[in-house]
């Protein structure tokens, strides 16, 4: 556990390093040393001895801490409980506790028992074994899940909640529309008619999504590659299942996605199997806020965006040159690669989303860990699960009708 205090060692004798080396340097460049800098030279000498000194205490203190997690501070808390880690290394370093503590005549980790244990653990019964992942660990597959470029629950309008169920208001009402809130002129000495918000009350489910993983005695030995796959690999795999409700979800059993909801507006294509400028122009002018849109495609459909052009000007640009190619932007709106986009010539190939349109709601933390090797005993396996509780649906239920014409508006426009 790496304290503020070791922190500022660190950078303390960085930064006297550093000095002296100056100082050594304009010597080099004067021909001499004059007395001001050996003085200087000595003292710096002196503080690096009494910062080495205090940096081994410290990493004393931190080896104690891991090896003798009973210690404790003032109010009666053990140290480790203050480490997010537990102690722990990694997630490869915690998982082969675990499997030590599980193994008939293996040894007990102590780290084990701070933090780490749930309140109804008992070894003895297969039923209720398990242990709980450090709060570190746990972050750090979140992280996987909710990063990375093709991630929709770090763009989408999303909130961790602490149930099963949350309700939300829906108000798909507009400033021109007769229901609402209204806005009037008013001629002098007339009443004012009041209006107010047409709202409707909808619930949003969260669902399970899991990883189940199965790891072998030998990979158990190898904890740098068992936290890879713990956790980037589960993470990667949860990632995509959540994109894939988000876009294509079908409401049962998982969130209700913005292509298979009603709440699009769809575009029919110029010409079959392929994309053209005119169906973006024509997407571009339904979507919502078209400011806050981003273009999801299939990669199949690139090689048709890099060739468009509007009056021999070129509507797909790249951001820095052809370096920094994929994705780009399309006319002023980045395009981003999406693995649940459908092929090129299938509704679906190209989507033009407003991902503030869409409502997404998280349990707790991030995703629940357990892991047990009394299922696969006798095969010298390890399995282990992730939970991740996901709900959401667009805000919309239907496009919305403009102000003046006849053309529907949506936060998802796709082309079919």
């Known amino acids: 556990m790496d304290s503020k205090i070791y922190k500022g060692l660190l950078q303390k004798r960085a930064d006297l390093i550093k000095e002296q080396s100056e100082i050594f340097l304009a010597a080099e460049q004067a021909g001499m040393m004059t007395a001001e800098q050996k003085d200087r030279d000595d003292a710096i000498v002196a503080e690096i001895a009494t910062v080495k000194a205090d940096i081994e205490r410290q990493e004393r203190r931190n080896e104690i801490l891991r090896t003798a997690p009973a210690v404790q501070i003032s109010g009666g808390k053990p140290m480790i409980e203050e480490d997010p880690k537990r102690g722990f290394s990694n997630l490869g370093d915690f998982a082969l506790a675990v499997k030590g503590a599980y193994t008939p005549g293996g040894r007990m980790d102590e780290r084990l028992n701070y933090g780490a244990a749930p309140t109804n653990y008992h ?39 602490g149930s099963n169920v949350v309700e939300f208001l829906r108000d798909e009402s507009t400033p021109w529309g007769a229901t609402g809130v209204q806005a009037a002129w008013r001629a002098e000495g007339v009443v004012l008619n009041a209006t107010k918000l047409a709202t409707a009350a909808e619930q949003v489910r969260l669902h399970e999504l899991y990883a189940f993983v199965l790891s072998t005695g030998e990979l158990n030995q190898d904890a740098p590659r068992l936290a890879d796959r713990l956790t980037r690999k589960s993470g990667l795999a949860i990632r995509y299942k959540a994109n894939e409700a988000i876009v294509n979800g079908t409401g049962a059993g998982q969130p209700l996605g913005w292509f298979t909801s009603a709440a699009k507006v769809t575009v029919t294509r110029d010409t079959a199997s392929s994309v053209k400028a005119a169906d973006v122009a024509g997407m571009f002018a339904r979507v919502i806020n078209p400011g806050q849109s981003v273009w999801y495609i299939n990669q199949d459909v690139l090689p048709q965006l890099m060739q468009m052009s509007i009056s021999n000007q070129p509507i797909w640009t790249t951001p820095n040159g052809f370096v920094s190619a994929p994705g780009g932007m399309l006319l002023g709106r980045p395009v981003q690669f999406l693995e649940n986009c459908q092929t090129l010539g299938t509704s679906g190939d190209i989507q033009l989303v407003n991902p503030k349109g869409y409502y997404a709601v998280t349990k707790g933390a991030g995703p629940e860990y357990a892991e047990s090797m009394h299922l696969f005993f006798d095969y010298n396996v390890n399995a282990y699960r992730w939970i991740f509780r996901l709900g959401g649906q667009p805000y919309l239920s239907a496009a919305i009708s403009p102000a003046k014409g006849s053309k529907t508006r949506a936060h998802v426009v796709v082309l079919s």
Do not use: C
């Open 123 to 161: 070894q003895e019964t297969g039923a209720d074994e398990g242990r709980m992942v450090p709060p570190a660990f746990k972050a750090d597959i979140f992280e996987a899940v909710t990063t990375g470029d093709d991630s929709l629950i770090g763009v989408v309008d999303s909130e961790p909640t």
